[in-house]
């Protein structure tokens, strides 16, 4: 996932002097970061090392990178007596903080054979007793701060753990052996997703985006804007892999017609033929999971699809993506619930048909929208160097919606603002379609 903006504010009135509450934020704290090495204990020490492409990070560099966020802005500012366990790391695993030093070059990654995977363990162990001394015993005058920015550093931590499963996919995919990340995943459950239903959705101005004031958001979900939106229909379910099989059959990855310009180059360039992972065998396709190579389950969304490719598959299919005002419009009031990464299928899966009650908006895989990720109006980034985290990425990429099924359930919301670069194919992406009314 790429660098989403850190603006938030705090769940509930944060109480810096109740013991209680403390304790909480302690106990979520230790609760988030021992998920990310949950999520790593199934891995070989070979494993953490690698860097199968540039948008991919070692493993390695992900728990080193998110413990760096609390050392960089929480126990340098706010713990004088913190000591580093080695200055290095500063720079090594800065993101792209330009403005608080100079970060190693991301394409070089995975040349970092040193710090070792216990040296990087060691250095999260260190940060987390420091972090538990300053959540204990946080200095009054700054203790609203640091707890503002302690939520900011485990939803940062939440992404990364979704981009952990995304790189490790990718990682292993790599290797002819097709490499089985886990053998113990809940499988799937048979289910018929049926025709898709049309719904139906008025003309009018609507109220989009995410109240700062009233809760945990990135600053890229807000302020609250009007928007008018014209009578529009929406895909009650996401397009399946059976659904764009069909499309594969048809000649859709050789037909310029139902292609944008950029889209059909890297169509040309890239070799593209299907979704990532996937791989045709005496006649049968196969997509590479975390579970390993599997047989395609026509009846699950389809994942791992560019902006480019869904925006053809819309065109052939004769309708269009949703925008992310259409997409929210018809999120904010369906529960948030789906197939998480607490689901433990990290795969989409299948969801029955429910009448004309729209579906799988949430969880199972993000969905791309026709929006370009640019600001909401009024937006204005944030001041100093966590500012920086978000306002210089708007430019070049398509905004993406709901989550997916490498996501904590409690990390996603309806206005939620997720983004990739239009060739991008390793999330967990695929998309639903609109039409006008």
């Not at 990070?57 to 960089?72: G, M, N, Q, R």
């Not at 710090?115 to 015993?137: C, G």
């Amino acid at each position: 996932m790429p660098p989403l903006a850190h603006e938030l504010k705090a769940h509930h009135q944060l109480d810096t002097s109740d013991t209680q509450h403390k304790k909480e934020w302690l106990r979520r704290y230790q609760r988030v970061r021992r998920a990310s090495e949950q999520l790593c204990e199934p891995l070989c020490t070979e494993d953490y090392v690698i860097q199968s492409m540039d948008d991919v990070s070692p493993p390695k560099w992900h728990l080193a990178h998110v413990t760096w966020f609390f050392e960089a802005f929480l126990l340098a500012p706010f713990q004088p007596r913190y000591r580093t366990p080695d200055p290095a790391y500063d720079s090594l695993f800065n993101s792209y903080y330009e403005t608080h030093g100079v970060p190693f070059p991301r394409p070089r990654r995975g040349t970092l054979s040193r710090p070792t995977v216990a040296d990087v363990y060691r250095f999260r162990a260190h940060v987390d007793a420091a972090m538990a001394s300053l959540l204990e015993s946080p200095p009054p005058e700054h203790a609203a701060e640091i707890l503002r920015r302690v939520e900011l550093g485990l939803h940062h931590e939440q992404q990364h753990q979704e981009l952990l499963l995304m790189d490790i996919k990718h990682i292993l995919a790599q290797n002819p052996l097709c490499p089985v990340y886990r053998d113990d995943l809940a499988p799937p459950v048979a289910a018929e997703p049926g025709e898709p239903a049309w719904l139906e959705h008025d003309a009018g101005i609507r109220e989009i985006g995410h109240d700062l004031q009233s809760g945990f958001a990135y600053d890229n979900e807000g302020p609250v804007h009007r928007q008018f939106l014209e009578a529009f229909q929406l895909a009650s379910r996401p397009v399946t892999n059976g659904e764009y099989l069909a499309f594969i059959e048809d000649g859709g990855y050789a037909r310029p017609e139902l292609w944008l310009s950029d889209g059909w180059q890297q169509v040309g360039q890239a070799g593209w033929q299907a979704p990532l992972y996937w791989v045709q065998r005496d006649g049968e396709w196969y997509h590479f999971t975390l579970g390993g190579l599997r047989p395609v389950d026509r009846q699950a969304p389809v994942a791992h699809v560019s902006f480019f490719e869904a925006d053809a598959y819309a065109r052939w299919a004769g309708a269009r993506l949703p925008s992310e005002a259409e997409w929210e419009v018809a999120a904010r009031d369906v529960g948030v619930a789906g197939n998480f990464v607490e689901r433990d299928h990290l795969q989409p899966v299948a969801a029955a048909a429910r009448g004309r009650a729209a579906r799988q908006l949430y969880g199972d895989v993000w969905e791309w929208t026709g929006s370009a990720y640019r600001p909401y109006p009024g937006y204005r980034p944030l001041p100093g160097t966590l500012g920086e985290y978000n306002g210089k990425f708007m430019s070049g990429q398509m905004v993406l919606r709901g989550g997916c099924c490498a996501t904590p359930v409690d990390h996603i919301r309806s206005t939620y603002r997720n983004f990739f670069p239009p060739h991008a194919r390793w999330a967990f992406s695929g998309f639903r379609l609109a039409r006008e009314a």
